[in-house]
């Protein structure tokens, strides 16, 4: 691609991103308006300029899917040699090329799971503890180290942030099961996720040498999803950077979902303070959702503060269906009533691959997956072995590594289909439901691959390409679809997004969850509805029980966050007043906005031939002069302006409102 055609491809505020090639740049991007376009566009318009080395350039994201995803966009763009890793697989990298320099040797072995050793440091401590109690220490300890608190600091600075002590146990006993823990993983000479930032950043701190090499290697830096940046992480960049500046960084501060596990959106909201001279650009167009999504989301977060509401909104795609809103009898009643909604939408054309059944906790997944199986509807809980991990899928992929050694004239789709039989797979899928049904649709999802792989390259894909490709989807954990309904807490789909999307549970005490007991937490919670309905593209649906079992007490209440919306909870119309004591209320710049909008309303009315009334009566231009509304779904919640007048004359009250 030309440099022309890489911009040729971007809406207004995604071309100012990727034209702001150097300095500290700042991206405030809201859900679904396209941040990775914009920020792949923009290192592969550096590039094709002559701005950017590509082996110059480090972009780091949080996960190895959107690490790989990047990688896919930038290659078909024609920036290959672009480094886009996650923070750890990034820093990994450098600490074993610069470890037999410093220290000598290889890099420790690194332990995916703290559990077994954080175990034998409380043991070591002389605690008792079962196995949940493990798992709370061991977040605790994760949370400590990617947050920079030592152990010796740890009881000061978590009572005075008032944070709860983990497990039951007191700030004394963690700290002497967090030295415990360092001395066992001392001893079993390994390391864990948290270490390899840790040392890195030491390591270039210590050695000028190491920080030289790595600043001469990589010059200009991009960090995605930047409000989830912890301290540590936030950390080793400055040590990247060395004092420079070419640093783009793009966030959101209303996706702010991972503030218990040490993220901090204060770099994301302050870094404008750090750099003066950053450029900051607002992504707003969402082409994800339809207007009845958007508006929800832009309403949840409305009046939150400027600086952690992220930004607001605007639709691009076409109107669709409404929001729903359901209450249950009890959680048997809410999924049998969720597994009959897919299943309709299944039936009118919806792949059940776009579908999926949103949650805030693992435990509420059962009842749905009991009721799905009992309708025949497939679906994959994610969250749970990773795809590429499945035995089905290893055996498969040995498979064909071995068949692509022979060269084959056949088409991929045949071949591919002729390999996975000997895996288990079959043309028609088995009439059985859970774990021998999920292993065929395992199966098919790699069918299904080789077929949409082969498509696009216009049938000339050969079976060792495809191998190849496999290899590279399982290095990134960038698992195909699978035809089945999703299911996954909201956390987990951070980043994701389908076509029909239910979230369940919404009432109090699991939305907000019943742990969030400060405003900070409750707050957090309210984003964490804001990433779940920005899932969404046409399909909204949420629903609460009222009890948990059949026939038990109805004590649970709907949401707080969702109040405004739900359909029996309209307010008690309030009195009215006349419209000139609602002109009394207007200050200057709202009266000159008012007789604004009245000459316009006449202007109307007279080439309509009709009373001025009837284009708008004076209450709602009071109402629009007072909110001024920014959008076609501010203008929607006027009192009197409908969806006729809002498509003939919203475009032209915006103007007016906008020369204001």
Known sequence: MSADEILDALDPEQREVATALHGPV????????????????????????????????????????????????????????????????????????????????????????????????????????????????????????????????????????????????????????????????????VLDFEDILLLLADMIGRHHEVGDQIRRQYRHFVVDEYQDVSPLQQFLLDQWLGGREELCVVGDPAQTIYSFAGASPQHLLEFARRYPAAQTVRLVRDYRSTPQVVNLANGLMARRGAASAGVELVAQRPSGPAVGFKAYADDAAEAAGVADAAQSLIAAGVPASEIAVLYRTNSQSEALEEALSMRGVGYLVRGGQRFFDRDEIKRAVVLLRGAAVSPDESPLGEQVRAVVSDAGWSEKPP??????????????????????????????????????????RAQA????????????????????????????????????????????????????????????????????????????????????????????????????????????????????????????????AQTDGKPAFTVLVDASLVQIARDRPGTLGDLARVNGVGASKLERFGLEILEIVAEH
């Not at 550096?46 to 790989?68: E, H």
């Not at 859970?434 to 000339?460: I, K, S, T």
């Not at 005490?509 to 937490?521: F, N, Q, Y």
């Open 26 to 189: 700042c991206v405030l991007a809201g859900a679904g308006t396209g941040k990775t376009r914009a920020i792949t566009h923009r290192i592969a318009y550096g590039v094709r300029v002559g701005a950017y080395n590509p082996q110059s350039v480090l972009a780091v994201t949080f996960t190895a899917r959107a690490a790989g995803e990047m990688r896919q966009r930038l290659r078909a763009l024609g920036a290959t040699g672009v480094q886009a890793r996650t923070f750890h697989a990034a820093a990994l990298r450098q600490l074993s090329y610069f470890w037999p320099q410093v220290v000598g040797g290889q890099v420790p072995q690194l332990v995916e799971h703290k559990a077994p050793l954080v175990g034998r440091a409380a043991r070591d401590a002389g605690l008792s503890v079962d196995r949940l109690a493990v798992r709370d220490l061991a977040s605790e300890i994760e949370w400590a180290k990617v947050s920079l608190v030592a152990a010796e600091d740890y009881v000061r600075v978590t009572a005075d942030r008032g944070r709860p002590e983990p497990a039951g146990l007191s700030r004394a006993q963690v700290v002497d099961v967090m030295r415990a823990y360092e001395e066992a993983k001392t001893q079993a000479v």
């Open 431 to 472: 009439a059985e439901r859970g774990a021998v049904r999920e292993r065929w649709d395992n199966l098919q999802a790699l069918v299904q691959l080789a077929d949409d792989m082969d498509a696009d390259a216009g049938g000339e894909t050969t079976l060792r390409e495809f191998v190849e490709h496999l290899a590279e």
């Open 477 to 604: 954990q960038h698992a195909p679809a699978v035809e089945g309904v999703t299911l996954t807490t909201v956390h987990a789909a951070k980043g994701l997004e389908w076509d029909a999307v239910f979230v369940i549970g919404c009432s109090e005490g699991l939305m907000p969850i019943s742990m969030a007991e400060t405003d900070e937490a409750i707050e957090e919670e309210r984003r964490l509805l804001y990433v779940a309905i920005t899932r969404a593209r046409e399909h909204l649906a949420l629903s609460f029980a009222r009890a948990r079992r059949e026939g038990g007490k109805a004590t649970r209440k709907r949401t707080r966050f969702l109040e405004r919306w739900w359909p029996d909870a309209a307010p008690a119309r309030a009195p009215r007043t006349s419209t000139k004591t609602q002109l009394a209320d207007l200050d200057v710049e709202q009266l000159r906005l008012f007789e604004s909008l009245k000459r316009w309303r006449l202007h109307v």
